[in-house]
DNA sequence: TGTTAGCACTCAACCCCATCGAGTGCTAAC
DNA sequence: GTTAGCACTCGATGGGGTTGAGTGCTAACA
């Protein structure tokens, strides 16, 4: 007959978890047997472990050594802990998030929060915008041979670029193409300004040199430009506080995925997809539970956010595998409703 | 009598740095009897290894230890190096710095470039345009409680600052206000722009109403605003190539160093200041030399470079002691040369 | 049938100690 | 001035014993 989990077992995983939690050091059986409400003596609670140890749930580094959580016992615990803890409104009222009027500012901000609340590794993706409308376009005249656009978008998010051009435009011309692209464009999302548009544009321009065109092409290109995500981390040396990332060369590998930023990329195409999918909030990946590489030996706590309609990025702690799940979880929580709620109220 | 350096003890020390470079193990009096070119026995050389201990240039970790070079050791061979190998144009081909139309990503690739090619951590700051030349300014209506100030300076760096505005503008008015602060603020340098200036142009704006008060002053302080220099690293997790830095808690020091900025903001002003005073190009601070708390285990060579008249910035590599300063040296020459040429010679 | 006490066993961690070897300083001879 | 030789130092390495936390198993108990 399969061994199937039961209350005790259940408080007994849960009394190791925590323990370990804390510890960082396999738990034995004595030390379950004192410090838990159950009153069992050490064989019982050993008579448990081994139980629980042959459903996966715990993992013995050693003969005679204690117990430790395996990936599955992580999470079991935090799986149940989900379930329990929708209470608590977080009390961290020193973590404010003040309006920064530079969005990068704002997030390198919200990321070191994030690390300096939990003492784990954090980062924050700048929010992607492809959902977002036009607002308004506008060219003018720098020098003779340089044009500056200037693109702002539905929350008020700013591009700009200044355009070369090969030789001077007069001031109608300007004009005239401001209004043009401000007519046929304003109003639309990102999504939506295609090649066909563009052309038409083109087209419409009248004065068929090559001169107009560049610039259009330019303006067009500077409309699609911010797909690539911005990374902001923060708190990398924190993983220096947890031995079981600092040994062999374990800590090298975990702040280049910080510092290169490319793997973070998966993680956040990950988590964006399992939201996609449903599962909404707060997502936990336990070990190798993450496709990403190099944090085979971590978990990766993430969250969305929502700065404005159509305007999500993704936050992530990033820490030991023993990590304190509840109070990461109602950390992120926190800064997500502070995000979610900047912008919109005002 | 005083112990001098001669030609043999400048010889064995060269030797002696070189090996320890190298293998980052204490040299020993054996290995450079045999690995130079002097044909001395190792008492001999012993002897002179002696001498100079006593004179500081190398040190001996533990009796019966070989000897590492000092601080003041690293120093003498710098110099020496520095004076002796103008020569070397460097060939590293690959490294070609791109143009990238933003600013900081040809910062961010300039900084892994250096990463890169050297295998220690580098950083680059963005370049401090304090002298340079208003070129454009454009104010433009965003919707009705908004408006944007587009600022273009000499080099062509844009900034730009969302004003918000208590009451709409009509077209007419910022058509009026750009004329206004381009006729009188144009063609000076930052530094040039004071109150006295911006209370003539308020009074000139005739209106006195708050709301063109207060976007004067909006676009006041987005000219001044770019103080803050912005610092790339790149290449932290090079540290971890050397064991002397990784150490204890050193590892968790430099990448914390690195990731904050603050610290490194002190580099710059001390490379800066030491610029001023004359001694130009490459510098090389070793240990002890260099103010900054977290780098005392490490070497940092610097560099300045000139995108543009006035548009002065600098760069660094953080590594171990026992670097490649030739090969540092070189590589930070290169890419000066081509950042100084970047956006001079088009 | 579940719980417990007792006991033999395992094994990493620690300390002690002997050995090894790289390296030194000194001295005497060349 | 250079070198050979030698005694000495001391970190590193590795074997061997001890310790102690922890286990699994068994037998007795409720």
Redesign the pocket.
């Known amino acids: 007959m399969a061994l199937e989990m039961d209350e ?1 077992k259940t408080k007994i995983l849960e009394a190791i978890i925590r323990n370990y939690l804390e510890t960082g ?7 379950i047997s004192r410090y838990s409400e159950l ?9 448990e ?2 139980d629980l ?1 042959e459903m996966g749930y715990i993992i ?8 430790i959580p395996s990936d599955k016992g992580y999470r079991f615990y935090v799986d149940r802990m989900m379930a329990d803890k929708e209470k608590e409104v977080s009390e961290m009222k020193d973590m404010v998030v003040e309006k920064a009027d530079q969005l990068s500012e704002l997030l390198k901000q919200v990321a070191k929060l994030l690390a300096f609340n939990t003492n784990y590794a954090a980062m924050i993706t700048s929010p992607q915008i492809h959902r977002n409308k036009l607002k308004f376009i506008q060219l003018s005249k720098v020098d003779e041979s340089s044009i500056l656009a200037v693109i702002v978008v539905e929350g008020n998010i700013l591009k700009n670029k200044l355009i070369p051009v090969s030789e001077p435009l007069d001031n109608d011309t300007i004009l005239k193409l401001n209004l043009l692209l401000n007519t046929h464009l304003n109003g639309l999302s990102l999504e939506e300004i295609n090649l066909g548009l563009i052309t038409l544009i083109k087209e419409q321009a009248g004065i068929h040199t090559d001169v107009i065109s560049s610039v259009i092409d330019a303006v067009a290109e500077a409309i699609r430009a911010d797909e690539n995500l911005e990374i902001y981390t923060s708190g990398a040396n924190n993983i220096f506080r947890y031995p079981e990332l600092t040994d062999n060369s374990r800590a090298s590998e975990i702040i280049n995925a910080l510092e290169e930023k490319k793997e973070l990329g998966e993680l956040v195409s990950e988590t964006l997809q399992a939201e996609e999918e449903g599962s909404h909030g707060i997502q936990v990946y336990i070990g190798s539970e993450t496709k990403v590489g190099s944090m085979q030996d971590c978990s990766v706590v993430t969250a969305t956010y929502e700065l404005d309609e159509g305007m999500r990025g993704m936050m992530s702690i990033i820490g030991p595998k023993r990590m304190d799940y509840e109070k990461v979880a109602q950390t992120l929580k926190t800064l997500q409703e502070q995000l979610d709620s900047l912008y919109r109220k005002k």
């Open positions: 005790r050091e396999p738990v034995g059986s004595r030390t009153n069992l003596s050490s064989a019982t609670i050993r008579n472990m081994s140890e013995q580094p050693h003969t005679s050594a204690g117990r």
